[in-house]
Nanobody, 114 residues
């Protein structure tokens, strides 16, 4: 049983930055995929960024160049650095790891508003 807990969300003005953290109850070692989704009110869950088994990372077009996913396996933590935030980035951000079935965190709220 793996549990994920997100933190780091909050309210920020457009152009600001936040760093989200996702702490796992077990090591990321042996996990081939992990990443972040987000869900805004009234919208479907949207994939944001992921790390894959070949060591690569990818980011959704909407956040590419502004967000960066990373991990610290020793600390069992995954991060999402979010820069140049826009109002349309407002959502609940959820982390996941590629267990079978997928393990999801509870989410952390990010609100971008002036």
């Amino acid at each position: 049983q793996v549990h994920l807990v997100e933190s780091g969300g909050g309210l920020v003005q457009p152009g600001g930055s936040l760093r989200l953290s996702c702490v796992a109850s077990t090591s990321f070692g042996g996990v081939w995929t992990a990443g972040w989704y987000r869900q805004a009110p009234g919208k479907q869950r949207e994939w944001v960024a992921g790390i894959f088994g070949d060591g690569s990372s990818q980011h959704a077009e909407a956040v590419r160049g502004r967000f960066a996913i990373s991990t610290d396996n020793a600390k069992k933590t995954m991060f999402l650095q979010m820069n140049s935030l826009k109002p349309e980035d407002t959502a609940v951000y959820l982390c996941y790891i590629g267990t079978t079935p997928t393990t999801w965190g509870q989410g952390t709220q990010v609100t971008v508003t002036s």
